[in-house]
């Protein structure tokens, strides 16, 4: 498999992935001057009059790692972190390559990434932080149980989360309480959002409001966070099942990191017509 070139006469491609139904337009600019601009985020984001993505990932040069990746949410703001579009980039080049294993850096750091058969993808989110100013809040306080209604737990894996621990994860008003926390004083780079029901020691009910896009069906981010929050309140093991709108995924918070593995999908390819580009 040959990786898509960039051709100034037919306009700019894309590819179109996503995990669990959480999706993504990727740009592979390896070797290729920088196209992407808050600008172009933001009209592709567009559902109507764009492509429409939760996340949008540029995939560069890696230096001494296999490849370096940029995310970007559906506002145009910024992601250190985006673990469902780092396992479908990371299934993406190892089938292009033939590895069987990467290492991906982006602004959260070097992340390893494996082929697990069966069609499953394993990313390697890094550790988990869980210092008020590493995640960063406002203010120093207990990040196992904010002072906010519902005492929800903090963690940062890269980017920020807030996770509420509730008996019906259905009963809630994502649409609706989802902002209000993303814009919560004590988050001043906002935040990302679940809210989580457990179901066993080895098993979760999550839904999430991300950061920047709105209600996903998926967050690889968020079920590394939700996963982290549970295990420190005591709540269920280190291995467990996170149960997603759009599916499920395997999380372990081991001694090298969190680990996170589940299915991939590249939808399709497309191209950016020089009409598109030249409108912004």
């Not at 993303?182 to 409001?209: C, K, S, Y």
């Not at 998926?218 to 099942?241: F, M, P």
Request: charged share 20%.
């Amino acid at each position: 498999m040959t990786r898509m070139q960039s051709n100034s006469d037919t306009g700019l491609p894309f590819m179109k992935m996503h995990g669990l139904g959480n999706d993504f337009v990727v740009m592979d600019e390896r070797g290729l001057p920088p196209r992407v601009t808050p600008a172009l985020v933001a009209a592709l984001a567009d559902r109507n009059r764009g492509v429409g993505f939760d996340q949008m990932a540029i995939i560069t040069d890696g230096g001494n790692a296999d490849l370096h990746l940029t995310f970007f949410n559906a506002d145009g703001s910024p992601s250190a972190a985006c673990g469902n579009a780092t396992r479908c980039i990371a299934r993406y080049e190892m089938d292009r390559t033939c590895k069987t294993s990467l290492t991906i850096t982006t602004d959260r750091g070097v992340l390893l990434a494996r082929e697990e058969g069966n069609g499953l993808t394993s990313v390697n989110m890094g550790h988990p932080m869980t210092d008020w100013d590493e995640i960063p809040l406002a203010e120093d306080v207990d990040t196992l149980a904010l002072p906010i209604l519902g005492a929800p737990t903090a963690t940062s894996m890269g980017n920020p989360h807030c996770t509420f621990f509730v008996d019906d994860v259905m009963a809630i008003d994502l649409a609706a309480i989802g902002p209000t926390i993303e814009h919560h004083p004590l988050f001043p780079e906002r935040t990302n959002v679940q809210f989580a029901q457990v179901i066993g020691e080895d098993r979760i009910r999550m839904r999430v409001w991300e950061r920047g896009t709105g209600i996903t069906l998926a967050s690889g981010s968020s079920s590394c966070a939700t996963a982290v929050a549970a295990y420190r309140r005591g709540l269920t093991r280190a291995k467990v099942e996170i149960v997603l709108d759009g599916g499920s995924l395997q999380v372990e918070w081991r001694d090298d990191g969190v680990w996170m593995t589940g299915p991939t999908m590249h939808a399709f390819n497309g191209v950016l017509t020089q009409q598109f580009l030249d409108s912004l």
